[in-house]
């Protein structure tokens, strides 16, 4: 299991029923929403979808079905690194090498399997690998092939674009950190209530609120002046890829990943490093709204604490 990465999207191996997924979420503490039970599957004991909550509240697990090929999906983005861990740990998934494997295979369903889970994991790079079965044998395979490779390629544009806005951000970035020796300045990227109800889900508000509170009351809440010698490395993200490791998140402090999922993905934060002769400190918090900053250092310290004891029914994190 342990070449399983912690990804927003979980492939389940075709030949593990539901049954045995809803026992494992079951035992793992998971509720699933009754409302799905309403409407009959396609196949007896095979629901094309199914939803599971942790107590009644967020994070979700949400489950697809595809009878076709037996592709079981679940979508875990919402899920911290703990819950997703045990998911992992306790289900047979696809890793990625078996998924690229797929397209090899002379079963034409396992070879629309791989094509339809590369699509569901955005795997940009199987790209040549899904471009190959636009000249398969099989029409209908074919033409998915190919709707398949527009979608990839299009997500891939998107990413590269992603990633130069965000370069773009981060070499503004530390003219905007050598001010943080200010304290006026630093007040002034107190955030108000409308702007956490920006940056968070509503049921993190009011704690985020008490935690802007406690940051902006502490008197060490600055740095001295950077000297012009200090390099500053700066690091953007939107705040929905620190859901899942990657090159961006990977960047940040570890517990942003245990708040992500309650974080509003389209925010722009950042983190950086003071490269001083010798030694290196880390900051992060800062984040954009819009037309202004605002700065929440550390901000999952605060939140949680706030989410495992239970006020967001998410207790055991």
């Excluded at 009878?67 to 998934?93: D, G, H, I, S, Y």
């Amino acid at each position: 299991m342990s070449s399983i990465p912690l990804d927003q999207i979980l492939i389940v191996q075709p030949q593990c029923p539901f049954a045995d997924i809803a026992r494992v979420l079951a035992q793992l503490g998971w509720q699933r929403d009754p409302m799905d039970m309403a409407a009959p599957p396609l196949i007896y004991a095979e629901p094309e979808v199914a939803t599971w909550s942790w107590a009644g509240n967020k994070p979700f697990v949400v489950y697809t079905f595809n009878p076709v090929v037996k592709m079981r999906v679940l979508e875990v983005a919402t899920l911290p690194p703990a819950l997703r861990k045990a998911v992992v740990n306790q289900l047979p998934l696809l890793s990625p090498d078996a998924i690229e494997k797929l397209f090899a295979s002379d079963d034409i369903r396992e070879r629309f399997l791989g094509l339809w889970a590369a699509q569901e994991t955005e795997r940009v790079d199987l790209i040549e690998v899904a471009r190959k079965l636009t000249k398969d044998a099989e029409p209908v395979l074919a033409e998915q092939a190919q709707e398949v490779c527009s979608k990839l390629e299009r997500i891939n544009k998107a990413r590269t674009e992603l990633l130069v806005q965000m370069k773009i951000m981060s070499e503004a970035a530390p003219a905007l950190i050598r001010r943080l020796n200010d304290p006026d300045f630093v007040q002034s990227l107190k955030p108000s209530r409308a702007d956490l109800e920006q940056l968070f889900d509503p049921i993190l508000v009011d704690a985020a609120e008490q935690a802007v509170h406690a940051i902006y009351t502490d008197p060490n809440l600055r740095f001295a002046a950077v000297a012009n010698d200090v390099n500053i490395q700066v690091v953007a993200s939107p705040a929905g890829l620190l859901r899942w490791p990657n090159m961006l998140s990977d960047k940040f402090p570890g517990g942003y990943r245990d708040i992500a999922g309650w974080m509003t993905p389209k925010r722009i934060w950042m983190c950086w490093k003071l490269m001083h002769p010798g030694a290196t400190v880390s900051y992060d918090g800062l984040v954009w709204l819009d037309d202004h900053w605002c700065w929440l250092p550390k901000i999952f310290r605060y939140l949680t604490p706030y989410l495992m004891a239970g006020a967001a029914g998410t207790s055991k994190h």
